[in-house]
DNA sequence: TGAAATGATTTGAA
DNA sequence: TTCAAATCATTTCA
């Protein structure tokens, strides 16, 4: 109404006495009246105060007046006037055209929501993000819920979205072209140039496109805070599975001499136990700090991984030495030697019995000790015996003997690489793990000889 | 419900 | 960058 306000003003200044009003427009002499200066005064103002208050007016009544006015025999004169003053005052406005530059905030909160994938064409929305959080947060099955919760929620975030931002374009519409109807509807009492029409479009767009910001900001919000709920992996912490905490322990026990996975071991356990390389890197962390804490603690559990690998072990060897027995039917002695002792094997199974309880330390167990070139004596940690390593890595030293023993006996040499010889290394007496940056080159049993391994040297 | 277990993070050193 | 060590935060279990 400022607008209005100033044409009231202008209008206040024009003269019409004379006949004359500013500008050197004339004015016919209004019909009815005496023919004084008041009464044309008072006539014109009469009719000015009708179109300033026609839009208060109803419908009806608007209409009713809208006609009478449109017939009145001043209209067109009044009508220059007001176009006159029009184009003085259309200068202070022609400043205020200037396009807005694009606001920068604006920008990131579309680049923002562009990128979570909750604006643009649906992709599977905010996928890398729901990756990562799943990845963040542990093993595979548990992937999938995260992934899915994570999507869920982001797809309903992204329907709020749309079905709000798709309500402010209706709405901006819907009152935009209310807006432009009733301005040229008013273009025909009042002069209103299509200029004019197109900067109040622009003005309703703006205030408009002001509350879509707030409601990109907010969508932004909800984004962020759903994001950091699943990626704050603290927040959500998952235990790995059984199976996967089992096959890092296996491979953590059967190298207990350097437990230190290369990136290639760590990216096989990563994929075997469905967790990400740094979960396996944590998980080595933790278990070397807390194994080397508390030996004793973990001894039980180094002693059954032991046995479990020596079975495994076992039961390859037994395969093994089946293997050799019928790829060399011209072997006199069904037997393998060790050293200078030669054992007699009639079956299978008698195979792995012996096999497994001599790796296991039960009763009956074969001695190596005289063998004592497989064995290199575990240093103590600050005096104390260092069982746990010393299991562990026994039982490693054994398989691999064995296999080097069975390598020269029974063809058993492939990916063994020749690294028959054992050298344990094992926690130092500064309580670190002896050459951990040269690591041995220890093949777990349970593994394949093109297995990777950080274990490099011999 | 509290303690233990466990996965993740932070910090400082090499 | 990687690791040890300390610590945090959550889960599991008795």
């Not at 992204?158 to 709405?171: C, D, P, S, V």
């Not at 912490?237 to 890092?248: D, G, H, P, V, Y």
């Not at 037997?335 to 200078?340: I, L, N, P, R, W």
Request: contains cysteine.
């Amino acid at each position: 109404m400022d607008e209005q306000a100033r044409i009231m003003q202008a209008l206040g200044g024009v003269s019409l006495a004379g006949h004359s009003v500013q500008g050197g427009m004339a004015l016919p002499p209004p019909h009815g009246h005496d023919g004084t200066d008041d009464g044309r005064k008072q006539d014109i103002g009469d009719i000015l105060h009708q179109i300033m208050t026609i839009t208060d007016q109803s419908l009806d009544e608007a209409q009713a007046k809208k006609h009478g006015l449109n017939c009145h025999r001043m209209k067109p004169a009044l009508f220059s006037v007001l176009c006159e003053i029009k184009e003085k005052t259309g200068l202070s406005i022609r400043g205020a055209q200037e396009e807005d530059p694009p606001d920068p905030q604006l920008m990131r909160l579309d680049n923002m929501l562009l990128a979570e994938g909750v604006s643009g064409p649906e992709k599977g929305g905010g996928s890398a993000a729901a990756a990562a959080a799943a990845a963040a947060s542990g093993g595979a099955s548990d992937n999938s819920i995260e992934h899915s919760d994570y999507r869920a929620k982001l797809t309903q975030i992204r329907q709020i979205y749309h079905t709000e931002l798709e309500k402010y374009e209706q709405a901006c519409n819907e009152f935009t072209t209310h807006v432009m109807n009733l301005l040229r509807e008013q273009s025909r009492t009042r002069p209103i140039s299509p200029k004019e029409i197109e900067r109040m479009v622009g003005i309703i767009h703006r205030k408009f496109s002001s509350i879509q910001m707030q409601l990109k900001q907010s969508t932004c919000e909800a984004v962020m805070i759903l994001r950091s709920r699943f990626l704050d992996a603290r927040r959500k912490r998952r235990n790995f599975s059984k199976q996967a905490t089992e096959i890092l322990n296996e491979y953590f026990y059967s190298h207990l001499s350097n437990p230190y996975p290369s990136e290639e071991a760590k990216e096989e356990l990563a994929k075997k136990c469905s967790i990400t390389v740094s979960q396996v890197s944590n998980w080595f962390g933790n278990k070397r700090i807390r194994y080397k804490k508390n030996i004793g603690k973990f001894q039980e559990e180094a002693n059954l991984y032991a046995a479990k690998t020596a079975v495994t072990a076992a039961h390859a060897v037994a395969a093994a030495v089946q293997n050799s027995q019928t790829n060399s039917p011209t072997t006199p002695s069904s037997g393998f030697q060790m050293k200078d002792e030669e054992f007699q094997l009639d079956s299978a199974e008698s195979k792995n019995t012996l096999l497994t309880n001599m790796f296991t330390g039960s009763s009956g167990s074969f001695n190596l000790s005289n063998s004592g070139d497989m064995f290199l004596s575990m240093q103590s940690l600050n005096g104390d015996s260092y069982q746990g390593a010393q299991v562990g890595a026994n039982v490693q030293s054994q398989v691999d003997t064995l296999r080097h023993v069975i390598s020269q006996t029974a063809g058993y040499s492939e990916g063994l690489g020749g690294n028959t010889m054992y050298s344990p290394h094992s926690l130092n007496t500064n309580g670190g793990w002896q050459d951990a940056t040269t690591p041995s080159s220890v093949i777990s049993p349970n593994e394949g000889p093109r297995s990777v391994h950080s274990d490099t040297s011999n």
